[in-house]
Each structure stands twice: as C-alpha cells, then as structure tokens.
C-alpha cells in the first residue's frame, strides 16, 4: 500500500516502510495515499485482539503475519483481559485505556509498534540496528521503554523534560532495565524535548551523518504511523460494548471526548470514521494549554503563548504533531498544509481556510479544563458515581459535560480515560480533598486507603529499585549524545 507526505505526494513509502521512517524525508507525516475498504462491522464482532489485526492488516498490509505481532504484542501484558475494558459512570461510558504494563494508554500502541518495528525491518532487509528517538512528556517513554527493553536489533533513546513529569514518571524512566535502552533529562519543556528529536532527525535525514554508524533512526513518537494505527482499535471495542449492553443500535452515533495533546489518540477517533464506525462528534479536550480549544473555536493555530505545567503533563503541549495529518485528510492538499506547517515554524501561527474550518466544526469540538477545575471534577465524579479519574481523564470528563450542555446533543458519549489515577496521586488526593504526603509511594498508599481501588502492580513494585539514569542535557547537546552511541 502506498503512503506518501502530508506535505507532499512524491514523496512517497510503503507501508512496511512508512513504520521504519517513522518521519517522512521531507519533514511530513506518512497516511496512506486512500484508505482501504474496511468492513466494519466484521471488525465489531470480534475480540480485541481480532479487531487490531483486521485494523492493522488493512492498514499496514505490507507487514505480514499481523495476527502473531498481534498476539506477540499484548498476550498476558494486560490486567484486563479485554484490553480496555468500559465502565459506566453517571451518563457517560468510560473507555480504561490504562491497563497495560506501564499504566498508560500509550501502552496499547507501544506493545505493538515493537513488533511491527521488527517486521517492517525484515520485510525491508534492513541490516542495521534501528535507535528509536522519542521525546516524550511523560507517558511515552515509560512505555516505549518497556516495549523496546531487549527487542533484538533494537536500541531505544528516550528523552523527558527535566522537572516536567510526575515524580512517579521519573522513576518510572531511570529504573527502567535492558542493554539496549538509554533515558536523559532534557533542560526545557517537552517542546525542547521534542524540537531537539525532530532537529535530529532534520540533521540525519541525508544519510551522512549515520554512513558509518551502525543504526539508523526511528521514532515511537504518534509521528509513527505504527504507533497510531493500533489506537485505532479501542474507538471499535468501546462501541461494541456500548452495542452489547443495548446502550446503543448498530449504525447509531456515538460521541467520543479525547483528553489530547499531541493529537495521536483523537486522530485514530477520526480514523476509526473512516474506517465505517458510527463516530458522531469527536470532543478535543485539552488542559489550561488550550492551543487546540483556540484552533477549533477559530480556525487560527497560534503557538506563541507560554507553556504552563499543569495536573495533566502528558498533554502540556503546544505543538500537536498530528493535527498536520487531520489539515492533509480534510484539505487533500499537501500544498496547503506544507505552507501551512511553514508558516507555524516561521510565524508561530497559521489560520486555516474557511472550507477547512467548517469541516473542523462538523467533526470536532473543543473545550479546556482548568487544574482547579479538574481537581473539583475528580472530587464530584468520586463523590457522585463512586469513579474515581486521574487529572487527563477529568480534562476529558469536563470536556464532555461542556459540550453536552452547549450543544443539546444528548447521543452516548464515551469518556477516554488515559491513565491510572496512580500515577498523578497528588491530583487525585487533592481532587478528593485529602492532605498530600511529601513522598509518591505514601500519596499511593493513602490514595488506596482512601478510596479501596487498587495500586496497579507496576507502579507499587518501583519502590525501592535502583535509578538507573541520570543525565542531564541541554537541547544541543542531543544530538552528540545520540551519535555517540
Ligand atoms: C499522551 C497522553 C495523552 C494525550 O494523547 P495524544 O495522543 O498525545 O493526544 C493524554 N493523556 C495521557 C495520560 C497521555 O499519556
């Protein structure tokens, strides 16, 4: 299957292809030259893990034997057995996207993209070593260590900013174990973190720098179209659970709000459209960095603004990476959308054209959520339906409660909930209007104390191991930090 650029049709991949490059050549981002007839409702009546490989196989047809990378990747990881499973709480249906082996959602895409990784890398009769770079603001890395630990012919670089995650974050990344994994702090915020990878990559993508190297580069960042497609599946699993429990009729509308940052998760929403399933609306829902909430509203994408660190890291964003694939899909014009992504890089700004934007407002909607008013939010869901959410699940959750009220629009709407309250317990416990304690282990401690739901395995078991990584970079010093490995 053909993928080319966002920013250009020439520039062109297969799809075993595309997931190696991770980046397109010429800054871009690869999506499939059109997408393939899907049959949506064979997906629906499926397991999980049935309906990743019809998903992926349609997706990434190039890479063959999807169902053992399927089964590779998430056989005995998960503590659900239905990967991610639904929770009813007051109106609204929560999709658990946390209970992989990182307590993240982006462990549902980051168990597969090794796998895919790999096949891609025989498929193409890749000799050299991949490094996979990723900046991450949080959850990423952790995740992307776990699955990238050991995977032969694999080596992973994971760069956070320095100060700019949680506590249990940090840990999470420098006790992380395996010969081939590497973790450094980065002085800025995650959009340093994540210009300096995206400037590796610029330098290295002629070729010289990595000539006699032993590796080439690749990225777990939702850049990756390995790393979204996978997302893909659980927009499918949380409608045929709603389809299950009689919440809906086959082919009815279901609305989806998306906590966001980087835009990967809610764009595999779209995508999930494309495919057949009945998306209504999509709700971008974002913290105090509301960049997107203003895009929707206005049609202008405007970066200059402080960044703020807020309750909910992993969406402290002011660049979103994959809304340039949204601007090619809806537009179909590589050409705006490479003047476009200019005039961001050069301006700080962009507005969209007048069809775009109406496009946007048929699709999407946007809203923003305050830390103080997500604390109260954690605090009245835990009160009211006995759910208790981390501080990007009630971005989610206050997102979804503003556009029903604004709207009337009264169709089931399907929460995504992003990570386990445990892993932001100082958020939760404020939420819940309980006193703080100094250390991350005591907040998790009393969390469960207080609210009976259990510690997820992986988080309490980092008590006490050893911190493996622990150093520090400037942005310009990582690109010699990557080159002399
Ligand atoms: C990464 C992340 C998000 C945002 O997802 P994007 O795909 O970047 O939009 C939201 N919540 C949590 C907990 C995350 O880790």
Same mark, same amino acid.
Request: net charge negative; with cysteine; proline share 5%.
């Given at each position: 299957?053909?993928?080319?650029?966002?920013?250009?049709?020439?520039?062109?991949?297969?799809?075993?292809?595309?997931?190696?490059? +991770?980046?397109?050549?010429?800054?871009?981002?690869?999506?499939?030259?059109?997408?393939?007839?899907?049959?949506?409702?064979?997906?629906?009546?499926?397991?999980?893990?049935?309906?990743?490989?019809?998903?992926?196989?349609?997706?990434?047809?190039?890479?063959?034997?999807?169902?053992?990378?399927?089964?590779?990747?998430?056989?005995?990881?998960?503590?659900?057995? &239905?990967?991610?499973?639904?929770?009813?709480?007051?109106?609204?249906?929560?999709?658990?996207?946390?209970?992989?082996?990182?307590?993240?959602?982006?462990?549902?895409?980051?168990?597969?993209?090794?796998?895919?990784?790999?096949?891609?890398?025989?498929?193409?009769?890749?000799?050299?070593?991949?490094?996979?770079?990723?900046?991450?603001?949080?959850?990423?890395?952790?995740?992307?260590?776990?699955?990238?630990?050991?995977?032969?012919?694999?080596?992973?670089?994971?760069?956070?900013?320095?100060?700019?995650?949680?506590?249990?974050?940090?840990?999470?990344?420098?006790?992380?174990?395996?010969?081939?994994?590497?973790?450094?702090?980065?002085? +800025?915020?995650?959009?340093?973190?994540?210009? +300096?990878?995206?400037?590796?990559?610029?330098?290295?993508?002629? +070729?010289?720098?990595?000539?006699?190297?032993?590796?080439?580069?690749?990225?777990?960042?939702?850049?990756?179209?390995?790393?979204?497609?996978?997302?893909?599946?659980?927009?499918?699993?949380?409608?045929?659970?709603?389809?299950? @429990?009689?919440?809906?009729?086959?082919?009815?509308?279901?609305?989806?709000?998306?906590?966001?940052?980087?835009?990967?998760?809610?764009?595999?929403?779209?995508?999930?459209?494309?495919?057949?399933?009945?998306?209504?609306?999509?709700?971008?829902?974002?913290?105090?960095?509301?960049?997107?909430?203003?895009?929707?509203?206005?049609?202008?994408?405007?970066?200059?603004?402080?960044?703020?660190?807020?309750?909910?890291?992993?969406?402290?964003?002011?660049?979103?990476?994959?809304?340039?694939?949204?601007?090619?899909?809806?537009?179909?014009?590589?050409?705006?959308?490479?003047?476009?992504?200019?005039?961001?890089?050069?301006?700080?700004?962009?507005?969209?054209?007048?069809?775009?934007?109406?496009?946007?407002?048929?699709?999407?909607?946007?809203?923003?959520?305050?830390?103080?008013?997500?604390?109260?939010?954690?605090?009245?869901?835990?009160?009211?339906?006995?759910?208790?959410?981390?501080?990007?699940?009630?971005?989610?959750?206050?997102?979804?409660?503003?556009?029903?009220?604004?709207?009337?629009?009264?169709?089931?709407?399907?929460?995504?909930?992003?990570?386990?309250?445990?892993?932001?317990?100082?958020?939760?416990?404020?939420?819940?209007?309980?006193?703080?304690?100094? &250390?991350?282990?005591?907040?998790?401690?009393?969390?469960?104390?207080?609210?009976?739901?259990?510690?997820? @395995?992986?988080?309490?078991?980092?008590?006490?191991?050893?911190?493996?990584?622990?150093?520090?970079?400037? @942005?310009?010093?990582?690109?010699?930090?990557?080159?002399?490995?």
């Amino acid at each position: 299957m053909i993928y080319h650029s966002t920013r250009n049709r020439g520039v062109t991949a297969d799809s075993a292809q595309a997931v190696l490059s +991770g980046l397109a050549p010429d800054g871009g981002l690869f999506l499939p030259a059109a997408l393939p007839e899907f049959d949506a409702a064979a997906c629906l009546s499926g397991t999980p893990e049935q309906m990743a490989v019809q998903i992926l196989s349609a997706l990434l047809p190039d890479i063959p034997h999807m169902d053992t990378l399927v089964h590779r990747g998430y056989s005995g990881k998960f503590t659900a057995p &239905d990967l991610t499973p639904t929770v009813k709480a007051g109106d609204f249906t929560v999709l658990e996207l946390f209970h992989g082996p990182t307590s993240a959602f982006k462990d549902i895409a980051l168990c597969m993209l090794p796998q895919l990784l790999t096949a891609a890398r025989e498929v193409k009769g890749q000799e050299k070593k991949i490094l996979i770079l990723t900046a991450t603001s949080g959850d990423t890395g952790k995740a992307a260590l776990a699955g990238f630990a050991d995977v032969p012919g694999v080596g992973i670089c994971v760069f956070y900013p320095d100060g700019g995650v949680s506590q249990i974050q940090r840990l999470q990344m420098a006790t992380q174990e395996g010969a081939n994994v590497s973790v450094c702090a980065v002085r +800025g915020n995650f959009d340093d973190a994540q210009t +300096g990878v995206k400037r590796i990559f610029a330098a290295c993508a002629d +070729g010289k720098l990595l000539e006699s190297r032993d590796f080439c580069l690749s990225s777990a960042n939702s850049i990756n179209i390995g790393r979204l497609a996978p997302q893909i599946m659980y927009y499918f699993k949380a409608y045929r659970d709603l389809l299950d @429990r009689g919440e809906v009729k086959s082919g009815e509308s279901v609305n989806f709000s998306v906590p966001t940052g980087n835009f990967g998760d809610i764009l595999a929403g779209y995508l999930a459209r494309e495919l057949g399933l009945p998306v209504g609306r999509l709700i971008c829902a974002s913290n105090a960095n509301n960049v997107l909430t203003d895009f929707l509203r206005t049609g202008t994408y405007d970066r200059r603004r402080e960044l703020h660190k807020t309750a909910s890291p992993s969406m402290d964003i002011l660049v979103s990476s994959n809304l340039e694939r949204l601007l090619y899909l809806l537009s179909r014009d590589p050409d705006l959308v490479r003047s476009l992504m200019e005039q961001l890089s050069e301006q700080g700004f962009y507005t969209v054209p007048a069809s775009l934007k109406e496009k946007l407002d048929a699709l999407f909607w946007g809203d923003f959520c305050t830390d103080e008013a997500g604390t109260r939010i954690i605090g009245r869901v835990w009160a009211d339906y006995g759910y208790l959410c981390d501080p990007h699940t009630a971005c989610g959750w206050a997102a979804a409660e503003r556009y029903r009220a604004a709207t009337g629009d009264c169709a089931p709407m399907v929460v995504l909930s992003t990570a386990s309250p445990y892993k932001f317990a100082d958020a939760v416990l404020t939420g819940l209007g309980a006193s703080v304690p100094e &250390d991350a282990f005591d907040r998790m401690d009393l969390l469960q104390e207080k609210t009976g739901v259990p510690i997820p @395995r992986n988080l309490a078991s980092l008590k006490g191991k050893p911190i493996l990584h622990r150093t520090v970079l400037d @942005r310009e010093e990582m690109l010699p930090f990557v080159l002399k490995r």
